[in-house]
């Protein structure tokens, strides 16, 4: 069974009465459960971290190269200027799909630059708490490639 680390950042523990208008009414203990139910079924173990301070965030990212498979990530602000967070992911040499909840391509400039997506194998937004599911799909694509014969 492939295990993968779900890192949160900042202000994803206020899920739930953080503007729900945007980011829904679950919580991201209700967040975890739903993932972890979906990956048990496709044969991974998710483990969910969150932190609110970029060090910690960035300890995290670097634990993913010695135990875990690959990692899902919703840096939340940091998406958009932690270079640390970055070069951490960088030298994981494990695959990273980055989400976000919202669609952040149609909201504030500030949030349409991601400086972690480069480093990520790609990025899923703008489907809520699904996002989580989706990227766990394609985490396991990567880890345990189907081949398919054309
Ligand atoms: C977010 C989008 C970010 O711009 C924002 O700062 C967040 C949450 C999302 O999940 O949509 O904290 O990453």
Same mark, same amino acid.
Do not use: W
């Given at each position: 069974?492939?295990?993968?680390? %779900? ?19 679950? #919580? ?14 496709? *044969? ?13 965030? %960035? #300890? ?5 190269? /010695? ?19 970055? /070069?951490?992911?960088?030298? #994981? ?12 391509? *149609? ?11 480069? %480093? ?10 699904? %996002? ?19």
């Amino acid at each position: 069974m492939s295990e993968i680390l %779900v890192i949160n950042g900042p202000n994803l523990n206020m899920l739930g009465r953080r503007e729900p208008e945007i980011y829904g009414r679950l #919580t991201l203990s209700d967040i975890e459960k739903i993932t972890q139910s979906h990956a048990a079924k496709i *044969g991974m173990k998710c483990i969910f971290f969150q932190s609110n301070i970029e060090g910690e965030i %960035v #300890t995290a990212i670097q634990s993913v190269k /010695d135990k875990y498979d690959g990692a899902i990530i919703n840096a939340g602000a940091y998406t958009h200027y932690s270079y640390a967070l970055r /070069d951490a992911i960088a030298l #994981t040499d494990k695959p990273f799909v980055e989400v976000h909840m919202s669609n952040v391509f *149609g909201r504030e400039d500030f949030r349409h630059k991601s400086v972690i997506s480069a %480093v990520c194998s790609g990025v899923i937004c703008g489907f809520g708490e699904n %996002v989580y599911t989706l990227a766990a799909d394609a985490l396991a694509s990567i880890i345990n490639p189907v081949k398919i014969e054309v």
